[in-house]
């Protein structure tokens, strides 16, 4: 009796998962990852700070960690393991800090307009507290639809102009900063030192954000803000 030998078998048939379920990991993947990136170049950025300017360095840390976001943001980070995320593996490239910069606007403009003070009303007028519910909505919706608008006026201008010219040092010639970029970021030539894991990880991550975040928020200080006046130098 002759027996047939069974088909070869497809190696993806025993793959329980659909191409959706690969396509949706795929897109999870790259958040993962960018997020370990965007992690890890705050983190870089600090670890330069800490050690090119530490009085600067500590009085930043001192002014921060009694703040609610600070402790939240520590909370947060130890409670979803970002440091595992962050040491595990070959170190990821830098992430330009206009990017991150570019991320943080919408955000930073919703809580400008929702903590900006607004001048005291003179004179109860019929349907004020109606009104006054609704502004904070309609400032934060004509926000939302600048901001919109200027990103695709933007993105309209990337698609139709042409590339700018690369110069000797790699970078581009002619090319705009992003707002929030800083010199302080680091660049091609001035690339911040690997991360250090451990203690200092979060409070590095703290110190990249403000240097990286710095100019973005000092745009939406109020205006009557004042820098402290410089103590005037000693006798040499």
């Given at each position: 009796m002759t027996t047939t030998a069974p088909p070869p078998t497809d190696p993806t048939a025993t793959d329980p998962l659909t191409?959706?379920?690969?396509r949706a990991f795929a897109f999870l993947?790259?958040?993962?990852?960018?997020?370990r990136q965007c992690l890890c170049t705050l983190a870089r950025h600090g670890v330069a700070l800490r050690l090119r300017e530490p009085a600067r360095a500590r009085l930043l840390?001192?002014?921060v960690r009694p703040w609610p976001l600070y402790k939240g943001?520590?909370?947060l980070f130890d409670l979803m393991e970002w440091e595992d995320l962050m040491v595990d593996g070959d170190p990821?490239?830098?992430?330009?800090?206009?990017r991150i910069a570019a991320a943080c606007v919408l955000p930073v403009q919703?809580?400008?307009a929702a903590?900006?003070?607004e001048p005291a009303a003179t004179s109860l007028l019929p349907g004020q507290r109606t009104a006054a519910a609704l502004d904070l909505p309609v400032r934060l919706l004509a926000i939302t639809a600048r901001a919109a608008l200027q990103g695709a006026a933007q993105d309209l201008t990337d698609l139709l102009g042409a590339p700018a010219p690369r110069d000797?040092?790699?970078?581009?010639a002619g090319q705009g900063t992003a707002p929030g970029a800083d010199a302080e970021a680091g660049g091609p030539d001035d690339e911040p030192p690997p991360l250090e894991a451990g203690f200092y990880l979060y409070e590095d991550i703290v110190l990249g954000a403000l240097v990286v975040l710095g100019p973005l928020l000092a745009g939406h200080a109020p205006a009557a803000t004042e820098p402290p006046a410089q103590a005037p130098p000693g006798p040499s």
């Amino acid at each position: 009796m002759t027996t047939t030998a069974p088909p070869p078998t497809d190696p993806t048939a025993t793959d329980p998962l659909t191409p959706t379920d690969h396509r949706a990991f795929a897109f999870l993947g790259q958040v993962n990852g960018c997020l370990r990136q965007c992690l890890c170049t705050l983190a870089r950025h600090g670890v330069a700070l800490r050690l090119r300017e530490p009085a600067r360095a500590r009085l930043l840390l001192d002014t921060v960690r009694p703040w609610p976001l600070y402790k939240g943001g520590q909370f947060l980070f130890d409670l979803m393991e970002w440091e595992d995320l962050m040491v595990d593996g070959d170190p990821p490239p830098l992430m330009p800090g206009e990017r991150i910069a570019a991320a943080c606007v919408l955000p930073v403009q919703w809580l400008a307009a929702a903590t900006a003070e607004e001048p005291a009303a003179t004179s109860l007028l019929p349907g004020q507290r109606t009104a006054a519910a609704l502004d904070l909505p309609v400032r934060l919706l004509a926000i939302t639809a600048r901001a919109a608008l200027q990103g695709a006026a933007q993105d309209l201008t990337d698609l139709l102009g042409a590339p700018a010219p690369r110069d000797g040092a790699g970078t581009d010639a002619g090319q705009g900063t992003a707002p929030g970029a800083d010199a302080e970021a680091g660049g091609p030539d001035d690339e911040p030192p690997p991360l250090e894991a451990g203690f200092y990880l979060y409070e590095d991550i703290v110190l990249g954000a403000l240097v990286v975040l710095g100019p973005l928020l000092a745009g939406h200080a109020p205006a009557a803000t004042e820098p402290p006046a410089q103590a005037p130098p000693g006798p040499s």
